[in-house]
């Protein structure tokens, strides 16, 4: 079953045209209003949201001149409003009912306190306000990203509780997110909803995508950090990171940016919204492209150009057609992976010191180690490969049509197409062993993705949410070594089928939330193809496909709005498929295959628990958090090479690759609190408690998880002097973490323990008011600010480094 963006586009604009004149004919109605701040002055350019809570639709209008704005034409039904002003904290009206006609006028004064009272639709895939929510959430809003000078996904999330960021290296290197104290692969990126992965990845997930994200036209991303697999499928045992892109609708606006720095750092970013015809149509898109010409040791050269946008038209009041992009284009030089110091103990953990760098430079020009002065070092870090660069391009496309026939029933029908390339050149340059000439390795993948969904309300305070989704996934790996050795090829076609239903309940006049959600997903695999086939592994056996994945979640928030007081509990389970590479992944070189997969594999499988308290006090001038963890990984797929899989018994020959193991432990505890000491201060702490650790040691009797510091702090501090000048510090600091480093001589049984890392950012940022609608924004940014010299893995990270730039908007 092959399906095409221009196909599915026409069938959801046909679904939509008659839809639309099908629909429950019905009066009009309308939201309006005037922002003021706390002096009553009138605000204009505020952006203002309307949430449809019924449908999830999103409409957006910034205010004029006097501080109005209008939403019309409107449905009958409840909504949100929502309000986002710089300087001021976010307002959020919920429960706005709005009849057949009628024109409702809310006007909002914006306060300074430190209360968010944002919406948030990751919990639930609905809108809620943060009172609703029971699980745990974090909202990054575009303010945010933008007075801490954030253009990256990656430095979005580094204070996050709960999260753990690791950079291997240079900015563009590898980089990954670990959520509670789980594995890369566990956590889920959506964009708008909407899963972001690599299908040709080792794990499936997003992880080698993560570092190429940049926040060319993002307008929020929300953080649920807790079982989501019964809303959002594989991945999402960890949590759930969703990338949300901005809606356009308003007056025609946008923004041009251009900063540099530091390691060769050339950052540009455009940006254009707006709206025609009354916002029947609104659009909104941005270009953004990084250069870093020099990179960590002078010689790590990476490029990226990401496109992202959305377009919305608005058919009729109770129906909306939307689609939107997101793609990029980058490129990476690559470095030798660190390696073990030679005469070290084959067992145990051992402390990470590196090489000096004199000697690094030695040894990267041909001297061998047995010449070096090593003194106390126990393993080299990264050393130049010059001809070793990896390609990755990736586009994300979808459409999505929303209809609302009644007031209390409606559906969604949506496509997604993603596409992911990463190409891998490699040649005889370079230390170590290295191909006899170029080689190249092609990974690609591709994910279609159809959801039919619907939703009920039942009275004032029932909603009930029921879905399909169909995916056809494919992994293609084409490898060209050096002739005469022939290509090889694997292309594995895997399709799902799912159901989901979720149903939420408001009591107690809005004070009690209940949320219980399902899922059931199946598999069906098809026949892989390998070529040169006559010596292909996996011949001659059946291949099932995974177990059919049985998910569910239930969750409870109760709200005290006497004290600011709210009791939060969330369980679940949670799935992870076995990707196509884990199962049938190979190498192929001149002395023939070599097997990693399994195709026999079992999905990963969890249970997780979590409870919290939120509290907010002192007049909305401090808020808090509170949330205790558990996480229990069933069984798990691990990769090893450790002696693990006997090949005398192993069905596929095989040394070492994936198997089954059986799983690990993840408990803790997150904390955070807000505070505004002062009109103009803004203080945000975080400290995050984890205990991971496996069930069967990975290296030697080790069984912490590796990576996962047991402690980790962060504070954000934003001081105001006046509307216009901002000055953010940034501070993250963790505790010491355990990560294996290769050993090019043996299997050895050891980890290294690596040192404690402190990174300190401070930057500052003065807007220049130049009429109405128009300003400069000068601003600059000095990253590691202690020129604190830290290892991630071995891989030396950069340390202090400077920025300055110019954003005009108008």
């Keep these: 079953m092959q399906f095409t963006t221009r196909k599915l586009t026409l069938a959801l604009c046909l679904v939509a045209c008659c839809a639309t004149l099908t629909a429950e004919a019905v009066e009009p109605a309308s939201i ?63 429960g706005l009912q709005v009849e057949a006609g009628q024109d409702l006028v809310r006007d ?111 307008h929020r991303v929300e953080v649920l950090r807790g079982s989501g697999s019964s809303l959002y499928g594989s991945h999402a045992i960890g949590g759930v990171v969703n990338m949300m892109s901005a809606e356009g609708g308003g007056r025609t606006r946008g923004s041009l940016l251009t900063e540099g720095g530091s390691l060769g750092r050339l950052h540009g970013r455009a940006r254009l919204a707006g709206g025609f015809q009354q916002d029947r149509f609104t659009y909104s898109t941005g270009l953004a492209h990084r250069n870093i010409s020099r990179g960590v040791d002078g010689d790590d050269a990476s490029r990226n150009t990401t496109a992202q946008g959305r377009l919305n038209l608005n058919l009729s009041p109770t129906a909306n057609l939307s689609a939107r992009f997101y793609g990029g284009d980058t490129f990476l030089q690559l470095n030798r992976s660190p390696s ?20 690094v430079e030695l040894h990267q020009t041909g001297t061998p180690l047995s010449q070096l002065n090593l003194g106390s070092a126990t393993f080299i870090p990264t050393l130049n490969d010059p001809d070793a660069r990896v390609a990755t391009d990736f586009l994300s496309s979808a459409v999505r049509f929303n209809q609302q026939p009644t007031a209390r029933t409606g559906y969604s029908l949506s496509y997604q197409n993603l596409r992911t390339d990463r190409i891998h050149h490699n040649g005889p340059g370079g230390p170590g062993f290295q191909p006899l000439g170029i080689t190249r390795s092609d990974f690609g993948g591709r994910v279609q993705t159809v959801n039919a969904r619907t939703h009920l309300q039942l009275g004032t305070n029932h909603f009930i949410d029921a879905g399909y989704e169909f995916e056809n996934e494919q992994f293609i790996n084409r490898n060209i070594p050096v002739k005469p050795s022939p290509e090889s090829l694997a292309d594995v076609t895997q399709r799902t089928n799912a159901f989901h239903v979720q149903d939420q ?22 026949t892989p193809l ?73 999905p990963d499988r969890s249970v997780a628990f979590d409870a919290g308290l939120d509290q907010t006090l002192l007049g909305n001038r401090v808020q808090t958090s509170l949330t205790w963890f558990y996480t229990r990984i069933q069984e798990n797929i691990v990769f090893d090479f450790s002696g693990g899989i006997n090949p005398a018994t192993d069905p596929f020959g095989r040394f070492g690759g994936y198997r089954n193991s059986q799983g690990g432990l993840a408990r803790g505890l997150e904390f955070t609190t807000s505070v505004r000491p002062t009109t103009s ?46 000055v953010n510090l940034d501070w993250v600091t963790s505790s010491s973490t355990l990560a294996p480093i290769y050993d090019p001589s043996i299997f050895s ?34 990253d590691n600010l202690l020129d604190r010299q830290y290892y991630e893995n071995g891989f030396l990270n950069p340390r202090a480094t400077g920025t300055a730039g110019l954003e005009f908007s108008f």
């Design 32 to 94: 309006s209003g005037t922002i003021t701040d706390p002096q009553k002055a009138l605000v204009p350019d505020t952006l203002v949201t309307l949430h449809d809570r019924s449908s999830g639709l999103r409409l957006r209008v910034t205010t004029d001149a006097s501080g109005g704005f209008r939403f019309r034409p409107l449905r009958p039904g409840e909504y949100i409003l929502e309000v986002e002003s710089r300087g001021f904290a976010p307002v959020s009206l919920s």
């Design 108 to 218: 909002i004064a914006l306060q300074l306190a430190v209360r968010r009272e944002e919406v948030v639709v990751t919990a639930s895939g609905r809108p809620q306000s943060v009172d609703e929510v029971s699980k745990a959430l974090t909202v990054i809003n575009s303010t945010d990203m933008q007075e801490r000078g954030e253009t990256s996904l990656a430095e979005a999330l580094r204070p996050i509780p709960g999260l753990r960021i690791q950079q291997l290296g240079t900015p563009g290197a590898q980089t990954t997110i670990r959520t509670r104290g789980l594995r890369v692969e566990n956590t889920s990126i959506l964009i708008d909803g909407l899963r972001f992965r690599d299908a040709a990845a080792p794990q499936g997930d997003a992880t080698s995508l993560v570092s190429h994200l940049l926040l060319a036209d993002t």
């Design 340 to 359: 073990s110091a030679p005469g070290l103990t084959a067992t145990g953990i051992v402390q990470a010191r590196p090489l000096t760098p004199d000697q």
């Design 505 to 526: 309940l408001r009591l107690l006049q809005g004070r009690l939330h209940l949320s219980a959600a399902f899922r059931v997903q199946t598999f069906s695999l098809q």
């Design 530 to 602: 390998l070529e040169p086939l006559e010596t292909a592994p996996y011949q001659g056996f059946t291949f099932d496909a995974p177990p059919t994945a049985y998910t569910g979640d239930g969750s409870i928030a109760y709200f005290v709005a006497r004290t600011g007081t709210k009791f939060r509990a969330h369980v679940g389970n949670g799935y992870r498929s076995p990707s196509l590479y884990e199962r049938f992944g190979t190498y192929f070189s001149r002395f023939g295959y070599s097997a990693y997969g399994d195709p026999r594999l079992r």
């Design 681 to 726: 201060l803004d203080l945000r702490v975080a400290y995050t408690y984890t205990n991971a650790d496996e069930r069967v040691p990975r290296i030697g009797n080790v069984l912490k998880s590796y990576v996962i510091p047991d402690h980790q702090w962060s504070l954000l501090a934003t001081q105001r002097l006046g509307r216009n000048l901002f």
């Design 749 to 782: 049984s050891r980890v290294f323990r690596f040192a404690p890392i402190t990174k300190v950012d401070l930057g500052a940022s003065y807007r220049l008011p130049l009429s109405e609608f128009r300003s400069l924004r000068f601003f600059g940014r000095v």
